[in-house]
T-cell receptor
Framework: GAVVSQHPSWVICKSGTSVKIECRSL??????MFWYRQFPKQSLMLMAT?????????EQGVEKDKFLINHASLTLSTLTVTSAHPEDSSFYIC????????????FGPGTRLLVL | AQRVTQPEKLLSVFKGAPVELKCNYS??????LFWYVQYSRQRLQLLLR??SRESIKGFTADLNKGETSFHLKKPFAQEEDSAMYYC?????????????FGEGTQLTVNP
């Protein structure tokens, strides 16, 4: 149980386009979802926290208008990278916490984004 | 501010040897500490939590508030333990608390 999926697993796009990444909790209701960014050989950096039905809370230094997060249901959150540029190329990982075990996060497999 | 430090980026041991992955934290409140593991080409997964005081795959970790440490230990390392290990700190006050991750330690267990 507690499986989180991400789609797509990798994406290549042209500079200036927008890319949407989906994060789904497959077998549980996720009251909170988190979005992380990971650069090669570095740790996970939290970008934002989203609670179902409310606006996401962004970490300091993360542009809200650049990284749009929507958490419209208890099983789906989306991250849209708007007007992507090569410096946005990274590995994006989502996680979700279960309503009944809020302190534990379950991670998705990640999405590799390459902006040309 | 929350901070997690894993001083060793790389750690290499031989099979059967004891292993200890160090983790120190900085936090003014009541900490919740976790160890996550990422095997090659797999997603990050929870290894253990300090609050549950359980042993998973032979690994244990004790929270030492005096030394602000949460080192991960295993008495006899196995080759399948080779992976990336992340120590993480949670605040614990609210549901779905955010985590602060350390830089990670790449453990290699040699045959």
């Amino acid at each position: 149980g507690a499986v989180v999926s991400q789609h797509p697993s990798w994406v290549i796009c042209k500079s200036g386009t927008s890319v949407k990444i989906e994060c789904r909790s497959l077998d549980f209701q996720a009251t909170t979802m988190f979005w992380y960014r990971q650069f090669p050989k570095q740790s996970l950096m939290l970008m934002a926290t989203s609670n179902e039905g409310s606006k996401a809370t962004y970490e300091q230094g993360v542009e809200k208008d650049k990284f749009l997060i929507n958490h419209a249901s208890l099983t789906l959150s989306t991250l849209t990278v708007t007007s992507a540029h090569p410096e946005d190329s990274s590995f994006y990982i989502c996680s979700a916490s279960h309503r009944d075990r809020a302190e534990t996060q379950y991670f998705g497999p990640g999405t590799r984004l390459l902006v040309l | 501010a929350q901070r997690v430090t894993q001083p060793e980026k790389l750690l290499s041991v031989f099979k059967g040897a004891p292993v200890e992955l160090k983790c120190n934290y900085s936090y003014s409140g009541s900490p919740e500490l976790f160890w996550y593991v990422q095997y090659s080409r797999q997603r990050l997964q929870l290894l253990l939590r300090h609050i549950s005081r359980e042993s998973i795959k032979g690994f244990t970790a004790d929270l030492n508030k005096g030394e602000t440490s949460f080192h991960l230990k295993k008495p006899f390392a196995q080759e399948e333990d080779s992976a990336m290990y992340y120590c993480a700190l949670g605040g614990g006050e609210t549901s779905g608390s955010r985590l602060t991750f350390g830089e990670g330690t790449q453990l290699t267990v040699n045959p």
